[in-house]
């Protein structure tokens, strides 16, 4: 079978920053995506790593550690409107964009 | 640029109606296409993907079934709804090599 275990909730104060972790174990493996996703609204794409290390956007980075089969998305500075909910993703064929997804962090900023 | 664009955005349906919801992809050429679906507060379950005309995998043993009849266009059908088909229905597509897929606007389906 192929699974991803992410924490299902996370809370943290305007300005902190948070780390959600993703451990994956699949069948295939070409990389590791991470999404946002607002209520009501669809995935939008954040970070892909395919080699291990950090990959830094902005105030998001990104790390993998292929073998550890985990993952991080790193969110600093925290703001209001990063309050959402982040899936990882597995690439599990080289060919296609093929995604297997985790079952998502609720990420909830305070004041 | 591409555009990605998914409809109806919601819909209620009895149980035993049939589906179609349908999507399409401008802008590109021969993309991969994808059909997941969310259930309320969980993660997305891939449904169907497609590298080309024709050609669909398909990911979950279900009642649901989906076509590409044109390069740029995949279709989500049912002949008969259950319950358990609702939920917020995502298509989406990615370059054939590519590292990133793209979500449509999503339809939310209700089955009452």
């Known amino acids: 079978g192929q699974s991803l275990e992410q924490p299902s909730e996370v809370t943290a104060v305007e300005g902190a920053i948070v780390q959600i972790n993703c451990t994956y174990q699949t069948s295939g493996f070409y990389g590791l995506s991470w999404y946002q996703q607002h209520?009501?609204?669809?995935?939008?794409?954040l970070s892909y790593n395919a080699l291990d290390g950090l990959e830094e956007t902005g105030r998001f980075s990104s790390f993998l550690s292929r073998s550890d089969?985990?993952?991080?998305?790193?969110?600093?500075?925290?703001?209001?409107?990063?309050?959402?909910?982040?899936?990882c993703?597995?690439?599990v064929m080289s060919n296609t964009g093929k995604l297997i997804f985790g079952q998502g962090t609720t990420l909830q900023v305070k004041p | 640029s591409q555009t990605i664009h998914q409809w109806p955005a919601t819909l209620v349906q009895p149980v035993g109606s049939p589906l179609s919801l349908e999507c399409t992809v401008e802008g590109t050429s021969n993309p991969n296409l994808y059909w997941y679906r969310q259930a309320a507060g969980r993660g997305l379950q891939l449904l169907f993907y497609s590298v080309g005309i024709g050609q669909i995998s398909s990911e979950v043993p279900q009642n649901l079934s989906a076509s590409r009849p044109q390069?740029?266009?995949?279709i989500l059908s049912s002949k008969k709804l259950l319950l358990s088909d609702s939920g917020f229905y995502l298509c989406a597509w990615s370059r054939g090599s590519g590292n990133t897929i793209y979500f449509g606007e999503g339809s939310w389906l209700t089955v009452v």
């Open chain 1, 39 to 45: 209520d009501g609204g669809a995935p939008t794409f």
């Open chain 1, 69 to 87: 089969s985990y993952g991080y998305l790193l969110l600093q500075e925290l703001q209001m409107k990063d309050s959402a909910s982040y899936f």
């Open chain 1, 89 to 91: 993703a597995v690439r």
């Open chain 2, 71 to 74: 390069d740029r266009q995949f």
